[in-house]
């Protein structure tokens, strides 16, 4: 199993530009979450998704912020337009979200963006 | 999800076991004990988890107590690259819900 896989692993980029971040759940997982790490907040969610469906998104900062899940394998976080505080290490996660206490989550490796 | 307490850092000699405390004494019966750890510039890697009793697996072991407001994550040969910020999360599961994650311990393995 190659796990989550995420791209770009580093993104740098001017403010006011478009970004997009791309994720590729574990194969049979049906849950994906977005998470932003910083030194000053932590880890801290954006958004998590239930078979593709946008669960809670109470987390995403604002509307330059957007994620979408059109299939079970693939999910998008874009920034349009970008500024210089939203350099961070985005991390995408998923599970198999079931009843059964084992919904663990598996982190992928994060896309470092950096917004000069 | 119950509040967690951990050490903000631990020493521990290479090939020693490192026994990593979390207390969570306001956990409710049906909340899990789970511990991820993150190595520097990596994503966050799930460990192990527990309800009540012991539980073991190829990374390390779990030690809940009996009344469940502590448990101790227990890496029976810490090498070099154990060295990691551990975060102990307490969590109810059943349905997809986010991690929050605490500031965890710094684990560092001195050669």
């Known amino acids: 199993d190659a796990g989550v896989i995420q791209s770009p692993r580093h993104e740098v980029t001017e403010m006011g530009q478009e970004v997009t971040l791309r994720c590729k759940p574990i194969s049979g997982h049906n849950s994906l979450f977005w998470y932003r790490q910083t030194m000053m907040r932590g880890l801290e969610l954006l958004i998590y998704?239930?078979?593709?469906?946008?669960?809670?998104d109470s987390g995403m900062p604002e509307d330059r912020f957007s994620a979408k899940m059109p299939n079970a394998s693939f999910s998008t976080l874009k920034i349009q337009p970008s500024e210089p505080r939203d350099s961070a290490v985005y991390f995408c996660?998923?599970?198999?979200?079931?009843?059964?206490?084992?919904?663990?989550?598996?982190f992928g490796p994060g896309t470092r963006l950096t917004v000069l | 999800d119950a509040k967690t307490t951990q050490p903000p850092s631990m020493d521990c000699a290479e090939g020693r076991a490192a026994n990593l405390p979390c207390n969570h004494s306001t956990i409710s019966g049906n909340e899990y004990v789970y511990w991820y750890r993150q190595i520097h510039s990596q994503g966050p890697q799930y460990i192990i988890h527990g309800l009540k009793n012991n539980e073991t697996n190829e990374m390390a072991s779990l030690i809940i107590t009996e009344d469940r407001k502590s448990s101790t994550l227990i890496l029976p040969h810490a090498t070099l690259r154990d060295t990691a910020v551990y975060y102990c999360i307490v969590r109810r599961s059943g349905s997809a819900r986010q991690l929050t994650f605490g500031s965890g311990t710094q684990l560092t393995v001195l050669p």
């Open positions: 998704f239930n078979n593709n469906v946008p669960i809670d």
């Open positions: 996660a998923s599970s198999s979200g079931g009843l059964a206490g084992t919904d663990t989550q598996y």
